[in-house]
T-cell receptor, first 114, second 112 residues
Framework: DAKTTQPTSMDCAEGRAANLPCNHS???????VYWYRQIHSQGPQYIIH???NNETNEMASLIITEDRKSSTLILPHATLRDTAVYYC???????????????FGAGTTVTVRA | NAGVTQTPKFQVLKTGQSMTLQCAQD?????MSWYRQDPGMGLRLIHY???????DQGEVPNGYNVSRSTTEDFPLRLLSAAPSQTSVYFC???????????FGPGTRLLVL
């Protein structure tokens, strides 16, 4: 799976949009971009994923650049409950290098402040 | 749906004791897995299953056994607990073998 680079931490004001960047310059054509978060002491929570088109669900939006070398997770109206570590994961969906294991890097620690 | 449930939430064991961590899901997912997470570290895959009766090892399987007799349940057995197995254990399930995995709340295990 391709390596990802995320900022170590970021702060966000409550009620504002939080934009979380992720670089994945070595992504290959059959790799998807996934986002998870882990709130303190809880299990990781799936947020969203995409291949090349922008995606939106009830939790967030995912913007993937045209060359697919980077992406941005957008939390449209951050709340205090969005304080968590956010993980950007790039993984193969099929093919000989497929691996069931999810590899979480260090992630971005997001702190939402009142 | 309850999603993925795990019991117990917290357990203290003495070295050498055995126990079973329970995991159940009500989403009819074929794939289930166990991860452990040590302080300040990422998740490490212990064992996983691609369907009832089929299991395979992850990256840290030693000291753990699993079986999958039903689609819903995937218990993790510690045969002889060691202090190195002190960790938080997460169970996850997914409908396909991709990246969309749903995690349980975790079991915190302390081995003395």
């Amino acid at each position: 799976d391709a390596k990802t680079t995320q900022p170590t931490s970021m702060d966000c004001a409550e009620g504002r949009a939080a934009n979380l960047p992720c670089n994945h310059s070595t992504i290959s054509g059959n790799e998807y971009v996934y986002w998870y978060r882990q709130i303190h002491s809880q299990g990781p929570q799936y947020i969203i994923h995409g291949l090349k088109n922008n995606e939106t669900n009830e939790m967030a939006s995912l913007i993937i650049t045209e060359d697919r070398k980077s992406s941005t997770l957008i939390l449209p109206h951050a709340t205090l409950r969005d304080t968590a570590v956010y993980y950007c994961i790039v993984r193969v969906a099929w093919g000989p290098s497929w691996d069931y294991k999810l590899s979480f890097g260090a992630g971005t620690t997001v702190t939402v402040r009142a | 749906n309850a999603g993925v449930t795990q019991t117990p939430k917290f357990q203290v064991l003495k070295t050498g004791q055995s126990m079973t961590l329970q995991c159940a899901q009500d989403m009819n997912h074929e794939y289930m897995s166990w991860y452990r997470q040590d302080p300040g570290m990422g998740l490490r895959l212990i064992h996983y299953s691609v369907g009832a009766g089929i299991t395979d090892q992850g990256e840290v399987p030693n000291g753990y056994n699993v079986s999958r007799s039903t689609t819903e349940d995937f218990p993790l057995r510690l045969l002889s607990a060691a202090p190195s197995q002190t960790s938080v254990y997460f169970c996850a399930s997914s409908s396909e073998g991709g990246g969309t995995q749903y995690f349980g709340p975790g079991t915190r295990l302390l081995v003395l």
